[in-house]
């Protein structure tokens, strides 16, 4: 995901130091950065015309087993804040044993209703974390409640006011300029239930990081005699105090033409890549470019307080702008993939692509292996490829030579 980890600030290449192999580092750093996304909420910039912070919404996807536990350290990494925030709370139930009841808080549970949600940004306007590993307890108490929880999600990704109104008891709820950042993980069937469907408009909010590895024996021993919580304990005092340094001001957040120039003409190279998969992959697209703001308005802030500069402007870093978009090349491209896997969805076939797909292909070739080989070379998914062939056989341009799984072309290619 980042070619060169020597991009990253120091707080994150140490914290990546913890993890042997390249799969837990790359999920250690999306967790991470997602869990500090959401710590500083007097730091924002324009993009688009409207006021954004770093809030950022991330889902790591595997199977079970598949190493996703290396998620945790972005929990590890904010605790301190989380046990700030909780001493602040107004008061305790001693009724209930080991119950408290809670209303400040930065970490809130997956196990959360859609109203508790609410509350609870109400009473945290600094912003909430959303940590849960897996997907389906997000999805499953969000919906317990009357009211779509996508709502919620959506409008918060944006900072857009959430409003609520419920005739029982004529309450009227709102939660102004929210902020809140998600990190979950799960199986790819929990992504649909949480998103939806990919019409949902929630699901193009949402940052992929899928695990591609086998899954393979770890050697649960090869550690050392300490927990990853307690090796983390020294870098959660430093991200506690950024947290304590950055709030007590406004910070704002500035790029150079240069900069400006490398965001606009990537989304516009997105955007090109995400019309052939339909109008759901623009959104992605458009999304992502604020993804891709949002990460490199992070890291160089976690640059400028490194650098220990007293300024409260942050210019940004060359080196953020650089790691950020080697993340957000991966996870746009996983994006992409996600809508390939899932079931019932269009691609848009253009001529062009009948062209260059025909081209790809050999005189004779084998389904599907060489038709797979065919849309890689393309920089294409498997499904796309499926569909690109599908209309080449419907124009008669390729059929089956008789032997099996064999076939062949026919005639000139498309115009």
């Known amino acids: 995901m980042v070619n060169d980890y020597n991009k990253l600030p120091e707080i994150l290449k140490e914290c990546l130091g913890f993890f042997n192999d390249d799969t837990s580092k790359e999920i ?29 919404y991330s889902f790591i996807i595997g199977h079970a087993g598949c190493g996703k536990s290396a998620m945790k ?60 590993t897996e997907g389906d307890t997000i999805s499953n108490n969000l919906a317990k409640e009357y009211g ?44 649909k239930r949480l998103t939806k469907s990919i019409e949902d408009g929630l699901f193009s909010r949402f940052m992929y990081y899928m695990i591609q590895n086998e899954p393979s024996w770890r050697d649960p021993y090869n550690k050392t005699s300490h927990s990853m919580k307690e090796l983390l304990q020294d870098k959660a005092e430093v991200v506690f105090d950024y947290y304590k340094h950055v709030n007590q001001a406004k910070y704002t957040f500035r790029l150079e033409s240069n900069h400006k120039s490398i965001i606009n003409n990537t989304g516009k190279d997105w955007f090109e ?42 210019v940004c870093y060359d080196d953020a702008l650089s790691a950020a978009l080697e993340i957000c090349n991966t996870l746009f491209n996983n994006a992409l993939k996600l809508i390939c896997d899932s079931g019932g969805i269009e691609i848009s076939v253009l001529s062009d692509n009948l062209s260059q797909f025909y081209s790809a292909l050999n005189e004779e070739y084998t389904i599907p292996s ?46």
């Open 28 to 56: 250690a750093l999306q967790a991470s950065i997602t869990a500090l996304s959401g710590l500083f909420p007097s730091y924002s910039s324009i993009y688009d015309g409207h006021r954004v912070h770093c809030n950022l």
């Open 273 to 314: 890549d995400a019309k052939q998969y339909g109008p759901h992959a623009i959104a992605i697209a458009t999304r992502m470019g604020l993804n891709l703001h949002r990460i490199t308005m992070l890291l160089s802030l976690l640059y400028h307080l490194e650098d220990g500069l007293a300024d409260k402007e942050v």
């Open 73 to 132: 350290i972005g929990e590890y990494l904010v605790v301190k804040v989380q046990e700030h925030r909780v001493k602040k709370s107004t008061s305790v139930d001693a009724d209930i044993k080991g119950s408290k009841n809670i209303n400040k808080m930065y970490i809130v549970p997956g196990d959360a209703s859609s109203a508790g949600l609410m509350r609870t940004l109400q009473a945290n306007p600094e912003g909430l974390l959303l940590c849960e």
């Open 370 to 415: 060489d038709r797979n080989a065919a849309a890689r070379k393309l920089g294409f998914c498997e499904k796309t490829g499926r569909n690109i062939h599908k209309k080449l056989v419907e124009k008669g341009l390729v059929k089956p030579t008789g032997t099996a799984k064999r076939w062949r072309k026919v005639k000139t290619a498309p115009t």
């Open 148 to 191: 779509d929880h996508s709502t919620i999600l959506r409008c918060a990704a944006h900072h857009e006011t959430v409003k609520r109104l419920r005739s029982t008891d004529n309450e009227y709820f709102e939660v102004q300029e929210p902020k809140l950042s998600i990190l979950t993980s799960g199986t790819p069937g929990q992504v």
